[in-house]
């Protein structure tokens, strides 16, 4: 049974950072990349980074570059979105999901299985 489970979420001040954590099995990882997207009301779905669970290469949106970093844990299937510095603009539903290794891309509709996401919200 393919599972993605997001976790982390919560409320930080501006400035401030959270780790949210992807727990992903039932499927073959090292044919996959995990990426993590992002919704904000009324907004379309956006990308904001990947990982690859086969050589680690990564990618991240320009909004995102410097402030956040995408990692793998120890346990096999286990993917980390480290976020610092975070901004009220930032706030969204964080979904993790899994594409084909060999489509590379922020673009969500290369993604095949979805994560249920997480709450983030950003604010004083």
């Known amino acids: 049974q393919v599972q993605l489970v997001e976790s982390g979420g919560g409320l930080v001040q501006p400035g401030g950072s959270l780790r949210l954590s992807c727990a992903a099995s039932?499927?073959?990882?090292?044919?996959?990349?995990i990426g993590w997207f992002r919704q904000a009301p009324g907004k379309e779905r956006e990308g904001v980074s990947y990982?690859?669970?086969?050589?680690?290469?990564?990618d991240y949106a320009d909004s995102v570059k410097g402030r956040f970093t995408i990692s793998r844990g120890n346990a096999k299937g286990r993917v980390y979105l480290q976020m610092n510095s975070l901004k009220p603009v930032d706030t969204a539903v964080y979904y993790c999901?899994?594409?084909?290794?060999?489509?590379?891309?922020?673009?969500?509709?290369?993604?095949?299985?979805w994560g249920q996401g997480t709450q983030v919200t950003v604010s004083s």
């Open positions: 999901a899994a594409g084909l290794r060999t489509r590379r891309t922020l673009d969500h509709r290369t993604y095949t299985y």
């Open positions: 039932g499927f073959a990882l090292d044919y996959y990349v």
């Open positions: 990982i690859s669970l086969s050589d680690s290469s990564t």
